[in-house]
T-cell receptor, first 110, second 115 residues
Framework: AQSVTQLGSHVSVSEGALVLLRCNYS??????LFWYVQYPNQGLQLLLKYTTGATLVKGINGFEAEFKKSETSFHLTKPSAHMSDAAEYFC????????FGAGTRLTVKP | KAGVTQTPRYLIKTRGQQVTLSCSPI?????VSWYQQTPGQGLQFLFE???????NKGNFPGRFSGRQFSNSRSEMNVSTLELGDSALYLC??????????????FGQGTRLTVV
C-alpha cells in the first residue's frame, strides 16, 4: 500500500526566503506524485505533478519539486516566498487511488 | 470552461438524519472521486466512480455510499449521520481514473455540520 508523509505540519518563512516543504512516500513501485495547494474555504489546486521523465518538475507560481527515487522523496521548493503563498499544501501519491499527506500549513511573515 | 461544482456549499444536519451531496464534474470528465477532509484525519479517500461504476473505495463504513449518473454527475449519500461526520467533503473530477493518473480538478467542497 502507498502512503505519504509530510514532515512538519506548520512551516513559517519570511517573505523572500526559501520555501521547502518535505514529502516522503512509501510505495512498492514508484508512484505518480503531486503537490496541491488549498486556500481557506477552497478546494485543492494542482501545483505540479511527476509522472515519468525529468525528475525536476516545475509548477505554477514559481514552485518546483524534485523526485528522488533513492530517497523516496518529492520535496516542494520555491526560491522566494511571497505573502500570497500562505496556504495549506498537500503532497499526494497515485497508483490505484490518490492518497494525500496530512498537509503542511505555510505561513509567510512580512 | 466551468469547473467542478459541488452543491450545496454548506449544510447543517441533525444526528441520525441522512444527507445527499452533489458533484458536477468538468464537461468531458468521466471520473469523479470523493474525499472527506477533517482537521484530525486530513484528506481521506472515500470512493471513485468512472463511467457509472465504482472503481475504488476507501476505508469508510457502509453508511457512506455514492453513485454516478450517465452524464458523469455524482452524488454521495451518508445515512444515519454521526457527529464525527462533520467535515468538508471534496469532489474531484478527471478525464481518467487514478490508474490513468490524469490530473484531478477539485470543487470548493460541501461543508457538512452534524449537530
Amino acid at each position: 500500500a502507498q502512503s505519504v508523509t509530510q514532515l512538519g505540519s506548520h512551516v513559517s518563512v519570511s517573505e523572500g526566503a526559501l520555501v521547502l516543504l518535505r514529502c516522503n512516500y512509501s510505495s512498492s513501485v514508484p508512484p505518480y506524485l503531486f503537490w496541491y495547494v488549498q486556500y481557506p474555504n477552497q478546494g485543492l489546486q494542482l501545483l505540479l505533478k511527476y509522472t515519468t521523465g525529468a525528475t525536476l518538475v516545475k509548477g505554477i507560481n514559481g514552485f518546483e519539486a524534485e523526485f528522488k527515487k533513492s530517497e523516496t522523496s518529492f520535496h516542494l521548493t520555491k526560491p522566494s516566498a511571497h505573502m500570497s503563498d500562505a496556504a495549506e499544501y498537500f503532497c499526494a501519491v497515485s497508483k490505484n487511488d490518490m492518497r494525500f499527506g496530512a498537509g503542511t500549513r505555510l505561513t509567510v511573515k512580512p | 470552461k466551468a469547473g467542478v461544482t459541488q452543491t450545496p456549499r454548506y449544510l447543517i444536519k441533525t444526528r441520525g438524519q441522512q444527507v445527499t451531496l452533489s458533484c458536477s464534474p468538468i464537461s468531458g470528465h468521466r471520473s469523479v472521486s470523493w474525499y472527506q477532509q477533517t482537521p484530525g484525519q486530513g484528506l481521506q479517500f472515500l470512493f471513485e466512480y468512472f463511467s457509472e461504476t465504482q472503481r475504488n473505495k476507501g476505508n469508510f463504513p457502509g453508511r457512506f455510499s455514492g453513485r454516478q449518473f450517465s452524464n458523469s454527475r455524482s452524488e454521495m449519500n451518508v445515512s444515519t449521520l454521526e457527529l464525527g461526520d462533520s467535515a468538508l467533503y471534496l469532489c474531484a473530477s478527471s478525464l481518467g481514473t487514478a490508474i490513468m493518473n490524469t490530473e484531478a480538478f477539485f470543487g470548493q467542497g460541501t461543508r457538512l455540520t452534524v449537530v
